[in-house]
């Protein structure tokens, strides 16, 4: 008897010693956590976890919190992976604990579904929202700012993950019932406005935004009045639609009223003032109305160098713009020099490894191209895609144009497979870019199909006849 008081008393000891060592670990993980020091609560965490499990506490509250701070500081620390991994643990043992419709599975499920998203795995991330909003609709919380939000997370995602259609129904769903949670020109109102505008031009659905861009310019004016900053921002934002589109006499016409109210609003000698003419100015270029584009380009560079003066971004933006439309008015020799001035601008200011010397260096690549120096055309614009890829990756606008030019040279060089291969790229960037109907894909399938009739032709076999 007295040995097994003994073992018993051993026994207790053990269980109050371990109890105490792990509630210690467990304070000291939320004092690390608070304190962002991540790396020593995984290591803590991973620990208690495994004397949890020994002490048959696995499904403690305590081993569920471990969990949660061991995920968020793997997040942390950016090791998106491992926390994903953590997260699906942390979401069956919530399930099996607490059911399907507690507080603390729904919200692992959500925590898991954003961690997912940084580590691109959008199964995951696209499972664990649809249950989260799955969960809602059976708590008739579909009709919520919550519900719609995270709608629009997940909406985010499937076009993410390539699921378009999917997509556009959510964020048209979404939007429908925001209409009857908010008023048209609440700022909430104004940002889903903003999101479903954003996604149907990302992808070249340019009839279905308009509606949006038309829509947040008649809020502005019916509350802020035409001659209000709120007004003319929107202005600008439906001219640089009309330019993404391609819709380009509706351009013109928007940053005409652009610059007359910039004008009236913040005087001809504003940085404002001169910004509209430039726009106005790029207009009228893809009008190919380039004495029009002359007139204003010029009278923006003269602002721009009395506010700015001449060793400014502002200034060198205008001077390549300007560069561009003597280079396609057959002035190759000023396009040029303003070009060559304007890289030196940027390489001073920047560095040669910037955004701006990258699109610099293309224009004159393109003075080079037109004017019959080829392989310095080439040389330069090679320089700029690897900029480009560097900072923007491949589907950005500025670098599937520096690709185009490098396809166009290689044609004009006679290398006419390594410029069928270039500009079959440029054409699928720009139908997954901009879509069916943007000029611009429609311009990289003719230029294709030119060449690919060059191929053609080229390997057909020449008849020779011979003369008895």
């Known amino acids: ?51 949890l499990e020994e002490i048959g506490l696995n499904e403690d509250t305590s081993y569920v919190n471990t969990l949660y701070y061991l995920e968020n500081a793997y997040f942390y620390s950016g090791n998106y992976e491992q926390a994903v991994q953590i997260g699906k643990k942390q979401v069956g043992l919530c399930k099996d604990i607490y059911g399907t419709h507690h507080y603390f599975y729904q919200q692992s499920c959500y925590l898991l579904a954003i961690l997912a998203t940084y580590a691109s795995d959008y199964e995951t991330s696209i499972i664990n929202f649809e249950e989260v909003l799955h969960l809602m609709r059976k708590n008739q919380e579909d009709n919520t700012p919550e519900y719609i939000t995270i709608a629009n997370q997940l909406a985010g995602i499937y076009d993410q993950a390539g699921s378009y259609i999917k997509a556009k129904e959510v964020y048209e769903t979404n939007y429908t019932k925001a209409k009857d949670l908010y008023r048209l020109e609440d700022s909430v109102m104004q940002g889903w406005t903003n999101t479903i505008s954003s996604f149907y031009l990302t992808h070249g659905m340019y009839e279905e935004a308009e509606p949006f861009f038309l829509q947040s310019l008649s809020m502005m004016e019916t509350y802020y009045g035409k001659e209000s900053e709120m007004y003319v921002t929107v202005l600008n934002s439906l001219g640089e639609f009309y330019l993404y589109a391609g819709w380009y006499q509706k351009c013109a016409n928007t940053f005409t009223d652009f610059v007359t109210l910039c004008k009236k609003i ?64 057959g002035k190759r020799k000023e396009a040029e020099e303003l070009n060559k001035e304007a890289i030196g601008i940027y390489k001073s200011l920047h560095g040669a490894k910037s955004e701006n010397y990258a699109i610099a260096i293309n224009s004159l690549a393109s003075i080079y191209s037109g004017s019959g120096k080829f392989e310095e055309a080439e040389e330069l614009i090679n320089e700029a895609l690897k900029i480009q890829k560097n900072l923007f990756g491949e589907k950005h606008p500025n670098y599937i144009n520096s690709l185009n030019n490098l396809g166009q040279i290689h044609y004009e060089m006679g290398l006419y497979k390594l410029a069928e291969v270039e500009l079959q790229q440029v054409c699928n960037l720009r139908l997954e870019t901009q879509g069916t109907q943007h000029p611009d894909y429609a311009i990289s399938l003719m230029v294709l199909a030119n060449i690919k009739s060059t191929l053609q032709n080229i390997r057909k076999p020449k008849v020779c006849y011979w003369r008895i």
Do not use: P
Request: proline letters at 0%; hydrophobic letters at 45%; a negative charge.
């Open 266 to 329: 913040y005087g001809s000698k504003s940085a404002d003032y001169a910004t509209a003419l430039n726009n106005l100015a790029v207009a009228y270029e893809k009008l190919e109305l380039f004495e029009k584009a002359e007139k204003y380009y010029l009278q923006a560079l003269d602002i721009k160098a009395k506010v700015f003066k001449k060793e400014s971004d502002y200034y060198a933006l205008t001077i390549i713009n300007l560069a561009v439309l003597y280079d396609n008015m």
């Open 1 to 51: 008897m007295t040995k097994i008081t003994l073992f018993l008393f051993i026994f207790f000891s053990v269980m109050r010693t371990n109890a105490q060592d792990w509630r210690n670990n467990y304070e000291q993980i939320e004092n690390d956590f608070s304190a962002g020091q991540y790396v020593s609560v995984i290591t803590v965490a991973n620990e208690l976890l495994n004397e």
